[in-house]
C-alpha cells in the first residue's frame, strides 16, 4: 500500500497503474504515479499543468 505523500494516509493504488497515473486522493491533492530509482511504483503531487477538472 503507498502513502499520500501529502497527508501520510493509505492510497489505493489499483494493481494495474502505469506511471504518468494521476489519482486524485481523499485530502483533495492529486497524485502522480511514477517508478522510483528501485523501480517500484510511488506517488508524488502532480505539479503539472493546472487543468479545469470540473464536475
Ligand atoms: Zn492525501
Not at 503507498?2 to 494495474?16: A, Q, S, T, W, Y
Not at 497503474?17 to 491533492?29: F, K, N, S, T
Request: glycine fraction near 10%.
Amino acid at each position: 500500500m503507498l502513502k499520500c505523500p501529502v497527508c501520510g494516509n493509505p492510497v489505493e493504488v489499483p494493481d494495474d497503474a502505469m506511471p504518468g497515473e494521476l489519482i486524485e486522493h481523499d485530502c483533495g491533492v492529486v497524485l502522480e504515479v511514477y517508478r522510483d530509482s528501485n523501480g517500484n511504483l510511488a506517488l508524488r503531487p502532480f505539479e503539472g499543468v493546472q487543468e479545469d477538472w470540473g464536475e
